[in-house]
């Protein structure tokens, strides 16, 4: 199997999915999906040897090679590391929805097919060298993602959450695909490894910095960094199975891999540094803080998330500081990348077996109120017992791995103040300070997400259904998430050696030049003289302190004003931008034609003449013209009267006739200058034009003389000037067409190539399929959107007096 044959094949699986779900409707779908997944488990699993040794591998495909670009599929530490998370949590996901998703009641189809796209997506994204192909495989997980958040369509909630994602990815994936277009043109080539060959060089360019904060939006919309977090909330209006896969391993690790794949190239520059940094610093302190707020599990858990992101974000930004430092100064800011990489991992296990048991929660109780849960430890003790198992890693407690990764952050950050470059000394107490507080409100939300559902009194009555433990298939995902994060803890550093090690070498190519090199190890005990371990202790007693006091401090949050909120900021940006839009659009939508024609020809007018005249293009030279003959004289003589005939005529007959020979002399014209292309499709078009007009003749109501005088008298010197105008300037520019050449004509072009290039001995034939094929195609496309709308209100029309008989006959 290709690696580039591998990123299809969810895609491939997709198109045959509808036909599995129609054809066995008495199996689950997911069963036929989830082989997909396991299979590049495996596959991708085969390449951990030769990664492991610091060997990487790379396979493209041509796409539009003329302008370099590439599928090109690259597989190293860090694009392995994620290809596995991808396809090995997309498993175990797919095998919790068989049991999650009733297979009567939900359209799995659907569901399917949007999962594997997405599953593609993602895997084009991790391994993409080319930087248009990333940004292709990008745009389709936004696209995928709508398609799944908004799997409940029917319901406000989730189209509104879709939507609100997509509006704030897709404008974070349009600015960053600015900034590979900038990196492309500056670096003279799209492919990221040899723009990492080109450091630190291409520092000094210009517009680099732009570039990087251009491709730093896209990273922070989609891995909802502050203050672009507030999609991902709303987004939990998801199926449970889409959290689980979107919201904790895949789609919002996004942001981070590109962070991690570009660090190479933008690590040099200080603003790098601050923004990585200071803005996942913010985050984490931003999602910890409100996740307390919410009172729905799944809320909890997107804040919990956008908290966790934050930590990753900020340790990958401290990472980079290695590129400005010398000496063991280097291996103690790469020692943040190392426990960036690690908590990405323990990240992925612990939020995915959460994701999963508040969906347990929600399915086996009908609700994920935590204000009517509770006392559900005796009656769902498996679940009780994963829940607690992932809150206690996330609130960074032993024995749990994220314990580990949380006690290297915290070593991170205090490392920040042995950086003395661009005043972060100045700053090295405050990301510590902030750190630590987050750290306290994230182990307060972990305690608060279990303890309030599964401790507690239990409150029956408030419950849409009776509370039981799921069945073991449900819990059978969560369960093995939960035991990776209890395993983890023991055996870490066969995790570093085997996933970690290797992606810090990729991230570091130039401080590491194989994984072997990397010479981290994790330990789960540092001694009495680790500082981390004293705000571990101090973390544990302030977070079990506010944990039980929060009824009494939690009114906090009411007294924040709501209309300050990036989500109420949002909400009116939207509103303003619709309102503004209709009352725009009102101005001009009159429904008149006539007026829209004034629109388009003033606009002709404007952008045609501003452009000659700025350009100086305006010239009138009677030089080198051919004679003007007879015949000339004579069709020139008929086109004027038949379109003054238009004009003035007060009989639509005759108008029409006069329309007709209007169009009839051009196609002359086309004759006499050699070109019976151009008059054969002229004739055509102006047969049928003729023949529709004689055939609306009928239905044509009869001409109104005094109101066509009062029409005549309102709008006659405003369709003077614009006639005048259009005509004006159309004859200037083909009277500087011919007087000078700004360009050099293409035509010369078309001759040398059409046969060598094009392949073909017809000049016309060639220019229209290959050198104008686009065009060509455009074309297409309008006549066949055009077709299906005339198709359309036909069948409506049918269909309309179809129904009609059926009343009058009842």
């Keep these: 199997m290709s690696l580039v044959f591998a990123i299809f094949i969810p895609i491939v699986v997709a198109l045959v999915i509808p036909f599995i779900f129609k054809k066995a409707p008495s199996i689950h779908t997911g069963w036929f999906v989830l082989i997909v997944p396991v299979t590049l488990v495996f596959f991708y699993a085969s390449y ?87 940004y292709f495989f990008w745009e389709l997980t936004s696209i995928s993602s709508f398609l799944l958040i ?72 989609k891995s909802a960094q502050f203050p672009f977090y507030i999609w991902l909330p709303d987004a939990m209006e998801a199926p449970t199975p889409v959290s689980a896969y979107l919201h904790s391993a895949t789609m919002v690790k996004a942001g981070l891999y590109l962070v ?13 540094v601050w923004l990585v940094t200071g803005i996942g610093i913010l985050t984490l302190f931003w999602g910890s803080f409100f996740a307390i707020k919410q009172t729905d599990l799944k809320a909890i858990l997107a804040f919990s998330t956008v908290s966790q992101l934050g930590l990753i974000m900020s340790l990958l930004g401290i990472g980079s500081v290695a590129y400005h430092v010398t000496g063991d100064l280097v291996t103690t800011f790469t020692f943040a990348t190392f426990a960036a990489i690690f908590h990405l991992i323990n990240h992925a296990t612990f939020k995915g077996s959460l994701f999963m048991i508040a969906g347990i929660v929600d399915h086996e109780t009908g609700t994920r109120d935590i204000r009517k849960l509770g006392g559900l430890m005796s009656l769902m ?7 607690l198992i992932g809150s206690l890693s996330m609130a960074g407690v032993p024995p749990f791995n994220g314990f580990l990764s949380k006690e290297m952050f915290l070593d991170a950050v205090l490392n920040l103040q042995h950086f003395d470059l661009y005043s972060m000394d100045s700053w090295s107490i405050l990301f510590p300070v902030i750190a630590w507080i987050a750290s306290v409100f994230t182990f307060v939300y972990s305690l608060y997400f279990v303890f309030h559902t599964f401790r507690g009194k239990h409150k029956p009555e408030q419950l849409p259904k009776a509370a039981h433990e799921a069945p073991i298939g449900m819990l059978l995902s969560p369960g093995i998430l939960a035991t990776l994060v209890l395993v983890i803890f023991f055996v870490p550093n066969f995790v570093g050696r085997t996933f970690i090690k290797p992606a810090v070498a990729a991230i570091q190519p130039l401080v590491y030049r194989v994984p072997a090199d990397v010479g981290f190890t994790i330990r789960a005990w540092h001694g009495f003289h680790s500082p981390a371990l004293y705000m571990t202790l101090g973390i544990f007693l302030v977070g079990f302190i506010l944990f039980k006091t929060i009824p009494k401090w939690s009114p ?8 300050f909120t990036l989500n109420n900021m949002y909400d009116g940006l939207t509103r303003l931008a619709d309102g503004g839009a209709n009352r725009f659009s009102s101005m001009y939508m009159t429904g008149s034609i006539r007026s829209y024609f004034v629109y388009m ?7 045609l003449g501003g452009t000659m005249w700025f350009k100086d293009a305006f010239a009138i030279s009677f030089d080198n013209l051919a004679p003007i003959r007879f015949f000339e004289i004579l069709i020139s003589i008929i086109l004027v009267i038949s379109t003054i005939t238009i004009l003035v005529t007060k009989s639509r007959l005759t108008a029409i006739i006069a329309l007709g020979a209007v169009g009839y002399t051009v196609a002359l014209f086309y004759i006499l200058f050699k070109a019976p292309d151009l008059a054969l499709t002229q004739l055509v078009i102006e047969t049928v034009s003729v023949a529709l007009f004689l055939g609306a003749f009928y239905h044509l109501p009869k001409m109104n003389t005094h109101e066509k005088r009062k029409e005549d008298r309102r709008f006659r010197l405003g369709n003077f000037i614009i006639a005048l105008g259009v005509g004006v300037m159309v004859t200037l520019i083909a009277i500087s067409s011919h007087s000078q050449k700004l360009i050099l004509s293409i035509s010369q072009y078309y001759k040398d190539t059409v046969y060598t290039e094009a392949g073909g001995k017809n000049i016309v034939n060639v220019i229209l399929v290959d050198y104008r094929g686009f065009d060509t195609l455009f074309e297409i496309s309008v006549l066949t959107i055009a077709s299906l709308g005339i198709i359309g209100m036909i069948t409506l029309r049918l269909a309309k007096k179809k129904g009609d008989r059926k009343v009058e006959n009842k």
């Design 381 to 387: 003790p498996i679940s009780f017992t994963i829940a």
């Design 150 to 221: 908004g799997y409940w369509y029917t319901r406000d909630a989730s189209r509104f959450g879709a939507l609100k994602s997509m509006m704030i990815t897709v404008f974070g994936g349009l600015m960053m695909f600015g900034g590979f277009l900038i990196l492309g043109i500056i670096g003279d080539t799209f492919s990221i490894r040899e723009l990492i060959g080109q450091t630190p060089a291409l520092a000094g360019r210009d517009l680099f910095v732009l570039a990087l904060v251009l491709v730093l939006l896209g990273a922070f919309t």
């Design 556 to 563: 906090v949050y009411e007294k924040l004003p709501s209309k």
């Design 601 to 607: 020809f003033a606009a002709i007018i404007v952008l």
């Design 48 to 134: 951990l040897p030769a990664i492991m040794g610091g060997t990487t591998s790379i396979q493209e495909l041509p796409w539009i090679p003329s302008l370099g670009i590439y599928l090109v599929s690259y597989i190293d530490g860090l694009s392995l590391l994620f290809s596995l998370l991808i396809t090995g949590i997309g498993s175990l996901v797919i095998l919790y929805s068989i049991f999650y998703l009733d297979k009567k009641k939900e359209m799995l189809g659907n569901f399917y097919v949007y999962l594997l796209i997405f599953m593609s997506a993602m895997l084009g994204v991790v391994q993409s060298d080319n930087l248009i192909s990333l």
């Design 260 to 272: 991690a794949r570009f660090t190479p190239i933008f690590a040099f520059s200080e603003v790098w």
